[in-house]
């Protein structure tokens, strides 16, 4: 246990050691001013910071955490798993318990392989699709996170399907030559030099976007036509949205899965999947390579059945229900304070889009509008007055909110309260 001192000592001294002071960007508070507050512990659906702080907490790891903090049944599982021992390097029976756990849940999947992240989950997937169908090219939408592998940090740009532009320094042109970008809620037209075609059934990395009717759909039937394979990421909506994730809740099947967060119960995990016969072009039985010293890793695999074996159909549709009632309470809470808002919900994830209250905004339907909505720059002056009654949100307007399973009602109530409270303050900084 460190010391208890204050969030400016620890923040200052984790920018001597660490870039930024964070081990991910999205977790600097770069884009809403500040000073992050430095975590010790959670339970629940609350984080307590070095200040002995205590936040109604709507960040849940970036979805990692559907059950909420130390979970007993995740921790004993971890404890037990840590006592056998945590890493082998040979076969163990979790690996097996948990892809069977996965495949159960997912109709049309057949098999997985695990990994330690979901960067490492899409950019397996990716290489499998351009071996197996010996394609270059891919495409990914505007606005959708893929991990950061150099061919899918790519920015976006408006028009159909044009070619994409480097989305960070150090990504050379030559891996991104092969990358198409195309506007999300629009079927791009493709051509037999696709290998693969990646999207976020529900995207929500541009905040919360829903796919439009009939545009997964026609994500299938175009990839068929041309003999592309379509590939989920479900890193985010695996396991969070509905027991068997995105595909199941559309009833769009993709030829391949890519899991993450969830999985791992809070521990690093990712993994890839779909049907065995694909599946062969992978070493050791086929020529595409993929590998990993700790993929599979006892103790990750052990907290991710946990969670999985902890949660049923009921439990999830418990979790849309709550959700979206607290979604439907905190815009109308936000809108009689005074700005202008819209929580677009797609079962238990929330988006959460602000303005001025100078006029109504409805939900964005790809990565430019959602920008357009972002620019009123709103969203940090909330996100401030929350934390400083005790709830926080993601220090970035494009994330959404999670609501784990340990949120309860009151919470999701003292929510409201707070945000109606919070809104007020931040309408009238605005007049
Ligand atoms: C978080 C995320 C990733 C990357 O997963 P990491 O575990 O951070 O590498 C990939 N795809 C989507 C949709 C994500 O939300």
Known sequence: MPETTTNAVWFDRALKVIPGGVDSPVRSFSSVGGTPYTVVSGKGAYVVDVEGTRYLDFVQSYGASLLGHADPRVVAAITDAAHRGTTFG???PGEVLLAEAIIDRVPGLE???FVSSGTEAVMSAVRIAR???????IVKFDGCYHGHADHLLVAGGSGVAQLGLPGSAGVPLGAVADTIVAPYNEVPPLTDEVACVLVEPVAANMNLVSPAPGFLEGLRAECDRVG???IFD????GFRIELGGAAAMTGVTPDMWCFGKVIGGGLPVGAFGGTAALLEVLAPQGPVYQGGTLSGNPLALAAGLAVLSSVTEVDYSALSERSQRFGRDLSAALIDGGLSACVPAVGPLLGLYVGDGEAEI??????AESKRLVASGVYP??????LRRGMALAPGAYEVMFVSMAHTDAQL???VEKAAEAATEVAALLR
């Open 111 to 113: 098999q997985v392989r």
């Open 413 to 415: 109530a003292e929510a």
């Open 362 to 367: 409805s939900a964005p339907n790809n990565y």
């Open 131 to 137: 071996g197996a169908t010996g394609r270059s090219k």
């Open 228 to 230: 592309a394979l379509l």
């Open 90 to 92: 040979a076969p163990t």
């Open 381 to 386: 002056k909330l996100f401030h007055a929350l």
């Open 234 to 237: 479900e890193v985010i909506t």
